[in-house]
């Protein structure tokens, strides 16, 4: 009933200390995907799909947490799984992938592991789709955008776009290209996810973000992605040493 894509980035932070980030995105033509399917940490990120259970992401993040790979963890999740065969799985951590169709997915269903692709690694994986084209359409987007080897943290004013606005791009071309096949179903979602191992003073508000029911998912997800962006920045140039100094009562605008 969807697409999705889940990505790990190895970088530096500003003291060139090694990092990971991990980000997850996904659409359907159901409402309240974000609800469902997408799963990330500082471990790692997960999608479960097609028929979901959402126990296999929310396991399989705990499994990476207590140390197992994540081919590990995912496989050992949809053994012990009796409705495996309408399952998809897939995800990214530290050091490996994971990709899983299940046998009884609603055509077209198919996967695209891309490891050995770019710097870290990603998978793709969808069902009920007009066809291979928008899993291919997906790799290819973030491939196309995945910054280099030694490029660093992406930041909000100079650098490649954030993790969180590729990932909405890698989105955007599965749509273009077909993406879910199921017209009649014009109720639509999208959402996306994105964690890191950076120690922060203060969260984000362009890193966990969904769309629950559009007409226009990708394109609704692209612009709250934006405000959040633009809110953000605002937020941080006018309030940031209050947030710091924890002085927010000190601020009368």
Known sequence: MTF???VHEPYED????????????????LAGVGTLCPFASENGAVATQSLVNVELGRRGLDYLAD????????????????????????????DGSFVFSGEECKPWFGHHDGSD??????????????GEETVEAVADAYEAAAPAADAGPTRLDDGPAPLSARLVDALAAGHEAGGDKREELT????????????ERAFDRAFTDLRVDATETPVADLRETHELAVQ??????????????EDAMDETTE
Do not use: K, W
């Not at 994540?70 to 065969?85: H, I, P, Q, W, Y």
């Not at 109720?187 to 950076?198: C, F, R």
């Open 187 to 198: 109720v639509q979602s999208a959402a996306l996810l994105v964690e890191d191992t950076e």
């Open 117 to 130: 692709a770019v710097d870290g690694g990603y998978t793709v994986a969808g069902n009920l789709l007009t």
């Open 14 to 29: 500003d003291d060139g200390e090694p990092q990971h980030r991990f980000g997850v995105a996904v659409t359907t033509r």
């Open 4 to 6: 999705s894509i889940c």
């Open 231 to 244: 809110g953000h920045a605002d937020a941080m140039e006018r309030y940031e040493d209050a947030y710091e």
């Open 67 to 94: 140390g197992l790979a994540v081919d590990d963890a995912l496989e050992a999740l949809l053994n012990a799984d009796d409705g495996a065969a309408n399952r998809q799985l897939h995800g990214v951590d530290a």
